[in-house]
């Protein structure tokens, strides 16, 4: 594998530009929110950063594509940049500070590097494979902390799963209410849920949802961190392309989210 450093500080100085993109439109009348087919929003700032990453990255990496959540260049291409302009649009829109920037490259779909920014505290998660994770040039370590008051993030959307009543016991926290010690808890942006367990604050996170831009950067830095990352049925998966949802937690608890999410979840395969 080629050295990754010219990529990685490429995409440090983009995270921070799409940060100040979202710092200028948070809470501003000109935000211009809409909403799209899927019932989700979308922001100016949103369509502002994804045409910025496909703009630097072809412009530095022409023979790298960028897939986006809003826009994509070059699908299919063996180097993908993978993208989530702002990853919790829907607190982004009501002002609340919990959104961040997403941006994982990808070789033939398995993340080589990851960063995540989160532009309202200045907190800069990256990763890249076989050299560690960091926060601010902080090394950062999952927690090993077992299922017994452990706190897992849960990101599974009704809108997102099929119309079968079988299906909401795990959107509810029914299930890990009940057959759990955890604490289940939520933040409506699955990004910086994931960050958190690699920087040990959290235990675990399953989340319900196909889009790879969502995950392909926490596969490296949770891993990187020390833990463990894969799709809902325990299975690695590539991530330039639609996933089956993702568990991510600190590895020591692994193996008890997949069991809960056999017993709870309709596995999105079904989906229709």
């Given amino acids: ?18 940060g100040a993109i979202m710092r200028k439109y948070f809470r501003s009348k000109d935000m211009g929110a809409i909403w799209k087919a899927d019932d989700t929003p979308l922001t100016i700032a949103d369509t502002k ?3 910025l990453v496909i703009k630097r990255s072809r412009e530095k990496f022409p023979d790298y594509g960028v897939h986006g959540e809003e826009e994509s260049f070059g699908e299919g291409r063996e180097w993908m940049w993978v993208c989530d302009p702002i990853d919790g649009t829907m607190p982004y829109t009501l002002g609340l ?8 490259l990808t070789h033939n779909g398995v993340p080589q590097l990851g960063i995540i920014y989160d532009p309202y505290v200045k907190r800069l998660f990256w990763a890249q494979k076989g050299h560690g994770a960091f926060l601010n040039g902080e090394q950062i370590r999952v927690t090993k902390r077992s299922m017994k008051n452990a706190y897992v993030a849960l990101e599974v959307w009704a809108s997102h799963q099929p119309k079968d009543d079988k299906l909401l016991r795990l959107y509810g926290l029914r299930e890990l209410l009940l057959d759990a010690d955890a604490v289940p808890i939520t933040y409506s942006s699955v990004v910086i849920e ?3 367990v690699a920087s040990g604050e959290i235990s675990g996170l399953i989340f319900g949802v196909t889009k790879p831009e ?7 830095i949770v891993e990187e ?3 463990k990352v894969t799709d809902l049925a325990g299975k690695d998966q590539r991530y330039d392309r639609p996933t089956n949802g993702a568990i991510v937690s600190n590895g020591v608890i692994h193996d008890e989210l997949l069991e809960l999410v056999q017993r709870a979840y309709v596995p999105i395969d079904r989906l229709s």
């Fill in 1 to 18: 594998m080629e050295n990754l450093d010219l990529q990685l500080e490429f995409a440090k100085t983009l995270a921070t530009e799409a």
């Fill in 225 to 227: 961190a020390g833990g």
């Fill in 49 to 51: 950063i994804n045409s």
């Fill in 97 to 104: 500070p919990v959104s961040t920037f997403s941006l994982a």
């Fill in 214 to 220: 969502d995950i392909a950067a926490l596969k490296v």
């Fill in 194 to 196: 994931g960050a958190l």
